[in-house]
């Protein structure tokens, strides 16, 4: 840009035989297009040469526009890619889920309402895309590869779905975050027996067969319309809650704690270990470990889960 200014200033003092000051103030009105007029008349050479300036000009300062924009909005996604990864890095006992289709959604919708702090992985741009737009926490890259499970935050992580495509994708991420985080509870997806058979034996805790699945909740639904409707209606949830060190619920009973009357909550079983209380004893010290199984509406168990929680 300043060599267009100083290139135009000794043009028009070498072919029109300005003033110097005469030349600049000249050559900035014609880059900028202003329209104050001439200085002086101009003969047809300089005329030309004002053509050439504002060719050169316009361009120059286009190019400027868009290196300065470009610059502004790179600084500006490369703060927020920061901040995003910087958030990621302190997410600690959170879920990742591999696959944003309609599973995947399914499943991040329910994490959100429940909230929970998630991590979507997707190999499709606009689906991650998707999600960010919904304000989850997502990456773009290949869930079966260490290098992504990684920057997914896999070794703080508290559990994963493996929710992709196939079943041969979905084994090799139960095997890449197995050992990665070996305490990691996964759920899978599973196409076929033979393929959850295998997810099994690699690390999966729970595979679930979605047409299967499917298939008995439409055979509840004619069986027991009444029940299946209660529970869609309501918004019913059953929810296991774990007690840790330190939780306020240890050391009290159920009496004590009145979640019925309270928080119109059910407690209809309680597992401790490999012992399982059905129904529970309600004068029974809660100890830690205990994993509370709660009939609920959602925000009522959520309300629930907080005061559970350790302090």
């Keep these: 840009m300043l060599l ?5 200033t000794v043009g028009y003092v070498m072919i029109e035989d300005m003033r110097p000051f005469d030349a600049l103030y000249m050559t ?7 329209g104050f007029g001439e200085v002086k008349p101009l003969s047809d050479v300089g005329r030309a040469w004002t053509i050439l300036l504002i060719i050169f000009g316009w361009g120059t300062i286009s190019v400027l526009i868009t290196r300065v924009f470009g610059f502004v909005v790179e600084r500006e996604f490369l703060q927020i890619f920061r901040m995003r990864r910087m958030r990621m890095r302190k997410l600690k006992d959170h879920y990742v889920v591999c696959g944003f289709g309609r599973m995947g959604r399914k499943a991040a919708e329910f994490l959100a309402k ?3 702090e998630f991590v979507i992985v997707d190999l499709n741009g606009e689906r991650v895309q998707s999600a960010i737009d919904l304000g989850y926490h997502a990456i773009e890259g290949d869930a079966t590869e260490e290098e992504t499970l990684k920057r997914a935050g896999i070794e703080r992580a508290k559990g994963l779905a493996a929710l992709l495509d196939s079943d041969h994708a979905n084994l090799y991420v139960v095997l890449n975050a197995k050992s990665l985080n070996p305490k990691l509870f996964i759920v899978a997806s599973a196409l076929s027996e033979k393929g959850g058979d295998l997810m099994k034996k690699a690390g999966a805790d729970r595979v ?11 055979g509840k639904f004619l069986v027991q319309p009444v029940v299946s409707e209660f529970l869609d209606v309501y918004q019913m949830r059953i929810e296991e809650i774990v007690l840790e060190e330190g939780s306020p619920f240890v050391g009290k009973t159920l009496r004590e704690l009145q979640l019925t009357r309270r928080y119109g909550v059910y407690v209809i079983a309680i597992l401790r270990g490999k012992e399982v209380m059905l129904p529970p004893d309600p004068d029974a010290p809660l100890q830690p470990g205990d994993i ?3 009939i609920g509406k959602t925000e009522n168990l959520r309300r629930v889960e907080g005061l559970a929680e350790r302090d």
């Design 28 to 34: 900035v009105i014609t880059i900028s297009t202003v």
């Design 208 to 218: 679930i067969l979605p047409f299967e699945w499917a298939g008995i909740r439409i």
């Design 4 to 8: 267009v200014i100083v290139l135009g």
């Design 292 to 294: 509370l199984l709660v």
């Design 114 to 116: 429940s909230g929970k």
